[in-house]
């Protein structure tokens, strides 16, 4: 090794003074380098990287997207929950509103039942009146006319007659009446 | 200065170690990353995730903060070629058999300053038109009458001096690390040579700071593939960004 430092100081060229071949091999060696560096290395890496990022980026954006589409969808069924409430109280004031209505109209229903079931009543109870009336005024019309007959001691046959003395009795005694109601 | 050649070929020097290790590298570095990238997997494996560190780290640590903006990915493949390129040859100088740093050779840096000298002033008349020239040299906001001074200071700086010293830093560090290894060695060897214990003894001082200087060589190389890919973002941002300079 001392040999080499020993025969390139006698060789006296200064080492500035380049080799030309060896220029020539440095360029050409660079050159082949740069190339297959442009060529495959720098893309095959900045392939790597762009994909690197588009799948963080890619994962962040999908992320973001299902977070909102969430978001949204709680959103709806909030809003679903306020409409079934107010649905609800709806149906709910429908229905009492109803059952009130109902209950009037039941009521009112009733009470033209029980007016009409009175006025039955009362006509029944007139015409079984006036019926009675009829009859009594028959009975007693004859009853009288048999008691009057008895006290006068003469048969009054004669229809015709009993009617009128029947009834002239009967006024009397309804005057008899009126007069002592008043 | 150069190593045997391996075969007698081209140029009197013939196919050195030195070409040998070029070719290597990119082999390592183009199998590496194709290796890597080609599954190209969401979720990386070992091998891809390296890859991507590595990767990441030009694209995201040099070319994103220091050319910024949107368009700072079409000169990814440049940088990110630029340090693998470097910082694999100048590995070479920390691996025991191999031992030989591409770039203490000074041609190899001669190459690459040169291709990104060229590439920034593309760059720059491309952005700018020929008015580039005019916002790299004259400086905003200068009073007129230092001009004078100052327009040749900026041409020799920017279009003389700064490929000169992009390449000569590279290979510069390069030779120094890779000579002083050698001395370091050609020492050992000398002092254990010696009748004298006491010199032979010394020795191993030597190797102990042979190893140190080794650790800081390693750290240097890494180091140089990260300043020249770093230079080189700079001086591109700067001819993109010639007008608000």
Known sequence: MNQLIISAAVEGQSPLVPNPWEMGVVFAGFAVLMYIVVKYVVPMFEKTFAERAEAIEGGIAKAEKAQAEASAALEEYKQQLTDARAEANRIREEARAEGAQILAELKEKAAAESARITAQAHAAIQSERQAAVVSLRAEVGTLATTLAGRIVGEALNDDQRAARVVDRFLADLENQNAGAAQ | ?245
């Open chain 2, 1 to 245: 200065m150069h190593l045997p050649a391996i075969l007698p070929w081209g140029a009197a020097d013939g196919f050195s170690k030195q070409m040998l290790l070029v070719i290597l590298s990119v082999v390592i570095i183009a199998t590496f990353f194709l290796m890597a990238a080609r599954k190209g997997q969401l979720v990386p494996g070992r091998l891809q995730f390296a890859g991507e560190a590595s990767y990441g780290f030009v694209r995201n640590g040099i070319a994103k903060d220091i050319i910024g903006g949107k368009d700072f990915m079409k000169y990814v493949p440049l940088l990110f070629s630029l340090f693998f390129f470097i910082l694999v040859n100048n590995i070479y100088g920390a691996i025991p058999v191999i031992q030989l740093p591409t770039f203490s050779h000074v041609g190899g840096a001669y190459v690459m300053a040169a291709i990104v000298y060229i590439t920034w002033i593309v760059i720059g008349v491309r952005k700018n038109g020929l008015r580039y020239f005019k916002l790299a040299t004259v400086p905003s906001g200068v009073p007129g009458y230092i001009l004078p001074i100052v327009i040749p200071i900026e041409i020799i700086s920017t279009f003389l001096v700064r490929p000169v010293t992009h390449s000569l830093r590279l290979f510069a560090t390069m030779l120094a690390g890779h000579l002083i290894v050698m001395i370091a060695g050609a020492g050992i060897e000398y002092l254990v040579m010696q009748e004298n214990v006491l010199l032979k003894g010394a020795s191993v001082l030597v190797l102990v700071g042979a190893i140190a200087m080794y650790m800081l060589e390693a750290l240097i190389m890494v180091l140089q593939a990260y300043v020249f890919t770093l230079l080189t973002a700079i001086y591109i941002e700067g001819a993109l960004h010639a007008d608000s300079h």
